[in-house]
């Protein structure tokens, strides 16, 4: 799915990515952790197309960047991020957002079918936000403005979906009922492999078979949740003396 071979990216005599490959593979669905400034949305924007590496391979869906139309690439890989909800029109009501994603807009310029307007309905319904469809975005609260982008993300069927830090800034509970929510995405036959980026491990859902972690540009570690998951390996990640405790399937921090 996503083949990342030997990137090198500078800006301004900086280097944001480090020799950094990766390999994601269909059938897995990946977390990404790193702290801040790690240059995890730098590798997410090089996924997408939006900026290219100074050196390296990059090859997506089975398509060599250099060698593709990036746009008609992008339709196939749904990303949610707060530096996208920027972009839309605050003014436009909920579903009016899902259904741009049926699009790749960011706004909704065409004409919709009543076939259109029902699935985007089904998907919010899916979402538990089908209520907020003819709510304007800006009312909505942060939580239900990242249930009605990953709607929309949905709308688009994407082979891929990103999610950039979807929890940031969500309650206990509402950060919950969206990790409920991402963890259906996962098990749906025929879905999209996921990417997750996170700073926390609790978030790294059971579900997500495999863990890259990014520190200074560089792929640290990437591999399996369980061989990643360690006290040990993540001590050495972080720098600090980490413990884990397992509790339904996932993990919980402590620093010691
Ligand atoms: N266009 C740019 N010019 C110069 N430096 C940049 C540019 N874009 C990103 N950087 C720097 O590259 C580093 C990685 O940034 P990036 O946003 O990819 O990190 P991140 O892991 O996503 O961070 P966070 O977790 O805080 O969102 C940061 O130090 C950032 O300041």
């Given amino acids: 799915m996503i083949h990342i071979e030997n990137i090198h990216l500078y800006r301004n005599d900086k280097k944001i990515l480090n020799d950094l490959s990766w390999h994601v593979?269909?059938?897995q669905h990946w977390a990404i952790l790193g702290l801040n400034g790690s240059g995890k949305t730098t590798l997410l924007k090089v996924i997408n197309g939006y900026i290219w590496p100074n050196e390296g391979?990059?090859?997506v869906l089975g398509e060599t960047y250099g060698k593709t139309y990036i746009p008609k690439l992008r339709t196939r890989i749904g990303w949610v991020s707060n530096a996208m909800i920027d972009n839309f029109n605050w003014q436009d009501n909920a579903i009016e957002i899902v259904l741009s994603g049926k699009f790749g807009a960011l706004r909704l310029f065409n004409d919709v079918t009543e076939e259109e307007i029902d699935h985007a309905v089904s998907i919010m319904e899916h979402f538990h936000c089908d209520h907020l469809a003819n709510k304007s975005f800006e009312h909505l609260s942060q939580g239900e403005r990242q249930r009605v982008q990953i709607a929309r993300a949905i709308m688009a069927d994407p082979e891929i979906l990103i999610l950039d830090e979807p929890c940031g800034g969500l309650d206990l509970i509402e950060r919950e009922n969206l990790l409920q929510t991402i963890e259906q995405i996962a098990q749906a036959e025929?879905?999209?492999?996921?990417?997750?980026?996170?700073h926390h491990v609790e978030e790294i859902l059971p579900c997500?078979?495999?863990v890259l972690l990014m520190?200074?540009?560089k792929n640290v570690e990437a591999n399996a949740r369980e061989v990643v998951l360690t006290d040990e390996?993540?001590?050495d990640f972080f720098g600090r003396e980490i413990s884990l405790q397992i509790e339904r399937e996932r993990a919980w921090v402590a620093i010691k």
């Fill in 215 to 217: 520190k200074d540009g």
């Fill in 57 to 59: 391979k990059v090859q």
């Fill in 25 to 27: 593979q269909k059938g």
């Fill in 208 to 210: 997500f078979s495999h």
């Fill in 233 to 235: 390996l993540l001590s």
């Fill in 190 to 198: 025929n879905g999209p492999t996921l990417i997750y980026v996170t």
